[in-house]
């Protein structure tokens, strides 16, 4: 049972102060195993918070980010599942499916997490899952309109996923969930 | 101890039990005096720890299975009349566990005499209330108990995201599978009573899991730390992992039932002579329940030392201080030179020794077969154990009388700590022949439990003068012959 979370698109200080209060309450160090960012956060501070929520931090690069040292993207594996991290801005159309899926496939992981358009999305498609956290503070996007801070935990156990969708509508944390399992890992590993 | 009544007798004074034979630094103090004490004192019946030895040397064929996986129990020594009286023993023992209604009495007054290695589990069972008296109920027993321990097994051993998968197989949901053909979005589907890992509700599955990870660390970590020196425990074993999984799930199940006292750092200790004993059970079929029989008898067990364990109640009139403090008091009754030696002339808290001895029931301070041997006592008192444990330590205080005497004025408590934590080993041999000097001295064995008690020693020569203090602390309440306490 490994709890993944994946974050991104703060854009703090640039269009947002903080994460809002009712996610800073809630995300506590001590229950979250890994990090998973998708990018933008911008400046150092917020780095440090995250790592302070988890050590094991993952981050790639969003085209606002301070530090230019982080990847263009990342995989890592956790239990059964590859798991694939991109901002999404160097994915043109952004947000298109198709686009994503190819990503994914060049990546060849199971489930895809990447960002940009500030807009929560779980796409499913041959090659497997794609997930994009939206934007935890709900930050400006040109492409979004009314954005909702939005971030997802992913509960791994197994060949199941459990992926639980924290928004923030109207003042009020909603949550809602997610549910897939892969079969056992074949030939074409999807 | 002249002209004092009810005094330490003489032979306890010579320097035989108080200096370690091979601990020359303090050998040159004592002068060497010949060994003939006055037997001032009907040595009770034996049950020291040490002549381990003595004890498995039953029914050739037990022993060696035994011995197959239980390597850690000291090589036997028996002289042939020894070995005749052990078999005498394990006899009793067969004959009254084999009778249709056990009589506990019976058991009882064998038990204090040392359990025979294959009897023991049973032994155990039935004093610590976990089997019935009547033989044909404990199939019947047996098999609800171990339902009892799989529906805990189920329900408390599970990771929140399975209970919550159950909360939902109720309700009736279904699971996206990645393989299947299709794209398109996830269908997004409602949580089930508000059950989110990040939730922040008490009642939330989630959170009590976060809030108890820390006591499972903590269990986890005793659990692989206990006696790291026997390969039933910590070998690189495929039967030593199970083994200590087996005692990880019990500690978290006793701990999840008991939140009261949930987990404290030492139960591991008081658990691991249980499971090993039913664990190594010549009855392949008891020996495969272990876990579960274990479980019971540990809850039974700890149920009579519960409120040591619990902090709150550390300075009540039940809790650990004031055990303490009845120890203490029993000191002064029996030895009260020592005992204003400790308490008054160098002060040293008694929880510095105590506390180890009493809460982890002696698992600490002797090996582990003679532990075993110990506990046969302890459980065999009709009282409960708590009496018989202070008067145990009573009497490990008593036996290095002379050493705790000689430390002095200005010595600090770090010397008396030294000195009690190393407990004098004595040659056996020299140990039997003090008792048959004993023995054959005795003239007032008054009732029959004194006769009791020499039978019984001379038939476990081996032990140390610890336990014959000891005994005789428990028996009559006075080391002397003829005085009532």
């Given amino acids: 049972m490994v709890l993944v979370l994946a974050i991104g698109d703060l854009h703090i200080p640039h269009r947002a102060p903080d994460l809002p209060a009712k996610f800073k309450s809630m995300l506590v160090p001590g229950k979250i195993q890994h990090i998973l960012c998708t990018g933008n956060l911008c400046i150092k501070e917020v780095h440090d918070y995250l790592k302070s929520l988890c050590p094991d931090l993952h981050i790639t690069r969003g085209e606002y980010d301070a530090d230019a040292r982080y990847p263009e993207n990342k995989t890592l594996t956790i239990g059964q599942f590859k798991l694939g991290l991109c901002h999404g801005h160097q994915i043109i159309p952004w947000g298109d499916l198709d686009s994503l899926a190819m990503l994914q496939r060049q990546l060849d992981v199971d489930i895809l997490v990447t960002g940009h358009t500030h807009q929560f999305k779980a796409y499913k498609h041959e090659a497997g899952v794609v997930i994009n956290p939206g934007s935890a503070t709900g930050a400006y996007s040109s492409i979004t309109y009314d954005v909702n801070p939005s971030f997802v935990l992913m509960d791994i156990d197994g060949l199941r996923v459990v992926v639980y969708v924290y928004e923030l509508i109207d003042g009020e944390v909603k949550v809602d969930k997610i549910d897939f399992k892969k079969t056992a890992n074949t030939q074409s590993a999807h | ?485």
């Avoid at chain 2, 070995?83 to 005498?88: A, G, I, M, W």
């Avoid at chain 2, 033989?135 to 009892?148: D, F, S, V």
């Avoid at chain 2, 020592?338 to 020794?353: A, C, D, S």
């Avoid at chain 2, 532990?371 to 290095?400: K, N, Y």
Wanted: charged fraction near 25%; glycine fraction near 6%; aromatic fraction near 10%.
């Fill in chain 2, 1 to 485: 101890m002249v002209g004092k009544k009810k005094g330490v007798p003489e032979w306890l004074n010579s320097p035989l039990w108080s200096s370690n034979l091979s601990d020359d630094r303090r050998s040159s103090r004592y002068e060497t005096i010949t060994l003939s004490p006055e037997p001032s004192s009907p040595p009770p019946a034996p049950s020291r720890p040490e002549p381990s030895p003595s004890r498995p040397r039953l029914a050739g064929a037990q022993r060696s299975e035994i011995g197959a996986h239980s390597g850690e129990l000291s090589p036997s020594w028996s002289s042939p009349e020894e070995e005749s009286r052990e078999s005498q023993l394990l006899a009793d023992f067969q004959i009254t566990l084999s009778s249709r209604i056990i009589n506990l009495g019976e058991l009882r007054r064998l038990a204090f005499q040392g359990i025979p290695h294959g009897v023991r589990p049973t032994a155990w069972k039935l004093l610590l209330g976990y089997l019935p008296l009547d033989r044909t109920l404990w199939a019947h027993e047996l098999e609800k108990k171990q339902t009892q321990y799989h529906t805990f097994k189920d329900e408390l051993l599970l990771y929140p995201s399975e209970i919550t998968r159950r909360m939902e197989g109720s309700a009736g949901s279904k699971n996206e599978d990645l393989s299947c053909l299709g794209t398109g979005l996830l269908s997004r589907s409602k949580i089930i009573h508000g059950e989110h890992p990040l939730s922040l509700t008490k009642s939330s599955v989630w959170n009590q899991y976060f809030q108890e990870a820390e006591i499972l660390e903590q269990i986890d970590r005793d659990v692989k730390r206990t006696h790291p020196d026997m390969e039933f425990f910590c070998g690189g074993s495929y039967l030593a992992k199970s083994n200590q999984e087996a005692l990880r799930r019990i500690l978290i199940i006793f701990a999840k039932l008991n939140p009261g006292v949930k987990y404290v750092q030492g139960m591991n200790e008081v658990l691991a002579p249980l499971f090993y004993v039913f664990r190594n059970d010549p009855d392949e079929t008891n020996a495969s329940h272990a876990e579960v029989d274990t479980f019971f008898c540990f809850v039974e067990l700890l149920s009579m030392f519960r409120d040591n364990f619990c902090k709150q109640l550390d300075n009540s009139l039940v809790g650990i201080r004031s055990t303490i403090e009845k120890l203490s008091q029993l000191l002064k009754r029996h030895d009260e030179e020592l005992w204003r030696q400790l308490e008054v002339i160098t002060k040293v808290n008694p929880q510095f020794y105590a506390f180890r001895w009493i809460t982890l029931l002696l698992t600490q301070d002797f090996k582990f077969s003679d532990c075993l041997r110990i506990w046969d006592t302890l459980f065999s008192d009709p009282e409960g154990p708590q009496e018989t444990l202070l008067r145990i330590c009573c009497a490990m205080l008593i036996f290095v009388r002379r050493r705790l005497l000689a430390v002095g004025f200005h010595c600090t408590t770090e010397n008396y700590l030294t000195t009690w934590l190393q407990f004098p080993k004595v040659s056996r041999v020299e140990l039997l022949r003090f008792i048959r000097v004993l023995f054959s001295d005795e003239t007032s064995a008054h009732s029959s439990m004194g006769k009791l008690r020499w039978a019984l020693i001379s038939a476990y020569g081996a032990m140390s003068g610890c336990l014959l203090v000891s005994l005789g602390l428990l028996k009559g309440g006075s080391l002397l012959p003829n005085t009532k306490s």
